[in-house]
């Protein structure tokens, strides 16, 4: 029934000749296994005179009809742009190299000269740039200017071939007279961490032209960081930089400052949920101070950033004025914080530029514990294989040592809270509230056992109780294994209540959470739950479950497999909830 209404509506799609010398096969659903079935691309592409631009997105190819769709090809040589995303959706992962493959040796042998090249949501991992390596190393993209790899699971491996394999493509360029010119760079969601995103600011210091870099979610901290800064350093030209929900700490974020400083053409920061922390603010406060007079938007949301630098950060904007958005939210602002970055910028006349704060975490005073856990951040980066510089740990130390020495006498007067607080003593236990209103992993973590009272006070007899739960709870999903674990623990004890319970309605269930997810149209103005990632592979885990009624799968595989905008990020995830609820 579901895949009737899909290839209905595949039907009913546009048509695929579009304007400026583009065919688009966009969102079509084709299931393309065999050269036969490939057969009208085909007939369609070879028709299409002057070429210059090839869009198969949103479909599934296999590796015959790659093969097929690659022959033709070969008869290209004007092709410049290939929008080639998500297009291998319910592949087997040794079937997309050899796809991959076929179709760049089509674009060699036809003497193309790419431009622009996306791959993204396509999970093809390490072994899957092994695809495009040799396409990338060969003259046809000598011309490339823009390189798109979101969310395609490269992980550390699949981020020092694709380094290497620029790193060949610019040297050889440069031999042939034209250096390779890459201006877009875009590899979120792809696990690269700190040894991938190295060895790709290394090629980056080679390339100097790069004016975007989008790398958000890729489980890089500071050294990492530190390397991409450096690389930015003699990247004069760099307009966006998109290092969202990383890890900076204190080290990274003066790293970044430094870089910063020097740039004269970024207009848009993304730093949000990177913890920053206020001595990261502060150094990047002094680089808006300094320079950045181009600057629109900077966010540092979610940074665990104090009252003080944020305000240090609201007062270096006095100057800047193209900026359009200024994003605070989610830091230790406390209210009269907020109300005092608020008069700042009203002062300047700037209190549009101002983006919401209702997500403050409130004023921590506490700057000893907040320290404290800074040294732990450190530590934590020590045992996971970081080399740490001695030297600068042993500054670091006696800094540190010398700051006690010269307070000793004065913290019981300036802490008072220190006497019933040991500096050493963990964070306290998050309750369900304070989860509920302003979830995020490490307050899940926390709560340990006490995760049992999110179920607790949740009313299964209202449905929409239930989704609002699972969706906080997913919310917060990462691929971190403690989180991950935590996460679907918590779910299961949400959904085995739910559906035990006789008052609760599955169907309901499914139906409220699809609206909220942005798949299905409400009546009700409902706005919908802006990230996907967590709750498609929270679904993923609960339908493989003896709880879930299988008599749902078909509802939702219907909707999941239907072009949806909300979708198009989200490929990876989307891609393996579909494999588990074909199989279901």
Known sequence: MASEDISQLADSLAKTKVGGGELSFKGRSLKLNTAQDAEEVVQEIDSFEGLQALRLEGNTVGVE?????????????????????????????SEIPPALISLGDALITAGAQLTELDLSDNAFGPDGVRGFEALLKSPTCYTLQEL?????????????????????????????????????????????????????????????????????????????????????????????????????????????????????????????????????????????????????????????IKRDAAISLAEAVEDKSELEKLDLNGNNLGEEGCEHIQEILDGYNMSSVLASLSDD????DDDEEDDDDEEEEEDDDEEDGEDEDEEDDDEEEEEEGDEGEDNEQEKPKKFPTQ???????????????????????????????????????????????????????ASVYRDDEEVKT???????????????????????????????????????????????????????????????????????????????????????????????????
């Open 148 to 304: 798109k790899l979101n969310n395609c699971g490269m992980g550390i491996g699949g981020g020092k071939i694709l380094a290497a394999a620029l790193t060949e493509c610019h040297k050889k360029s440069t031999v042939f007279g034209k250096p390779l010119a890459l201006r877009v760079f875009v590899a979120g969601r792809n696990r690269l961490e700190n040894d991938g995103a190295t060895a790709l600011a290394e090629a980056f210091r080679l390339i100097g032209t790069l004016e975007e870099v989008h790398m958000p979610q890729n489980g890089i901290n500071h050294t990492g960081i530190t390397a991409l800064a450096e690389a930015f350093k003699v990247n004069p030209l760099l307009k966006v930089i998109n290092l969202n929900d990383n890890t900076f700490t204190d080290k990274g974020g003066i790293a970044m400052a430094e870089a910063l400083k020097i740039l004269r053409q970024v207009e848009h920061i993304n730093f949000g949920d990177c913890l920053v922390r206020s001595k990261g603010a502060l150094a990047i406060g002094g680089a808006l101070k300094e320079g950045l007079h181009k600057i629109k938007e900077l966010n540092l949301s979610f940074c665990e």
């Open 361 to 364: 975490e409130g004023d921590d």
């Open 486 to 584: 935590a996460v679907e623990e918590t779910i299961d004890e949400l959904m085995k209540k739910a559906f035990s319970s006789s008052v609760f309605q599955p169907s309901m269930f499914i139906t409220s959470l699809l609206v909220r997810m942005g798949l299905l149209k409400s009546e009700e103005k409902i706005k919908a739950t802006p990230h996907l990632y967590g709750p498609l592979l929270s679904l993923n885990h609960i339908v493989q479950q003896n709880y879930f009624q299988k008599c749902l799968v078909p509802i939702l595989l219907a909707f999941i497999s239907k072009p949806n905008h909300a979708l198009e990020s989200q490929a990876q995830a989307r891609h393996i909830l579909m494999q588990t609820l074909h199989k279901l």
């Open 65 to 93: 009809a790659a093969k097929a769709i690659a022959k033709v090809l070969e008869k290209k040589p004007d092709l410049k742009r290939c929008h080639w995303s998500d297009m291998f959706t319910g592949r087997l992962r």
């Open 419 to 473: 006497e019933s607080t040991p500096p050493a003593a963990p964070r306290p236990p998050v309750d369900a509230s304070t989860f509920l209103n302003f979830p995020s992993p490490e307050k899940l973590l926390r709560m340990g056992p006490r995760r049992s009272a999110i179920i607790d006070q949740t009313d299964v007899a209202d449905t929409d109780k239930v989704v609002q739960a699972f969706l906080q709870i």
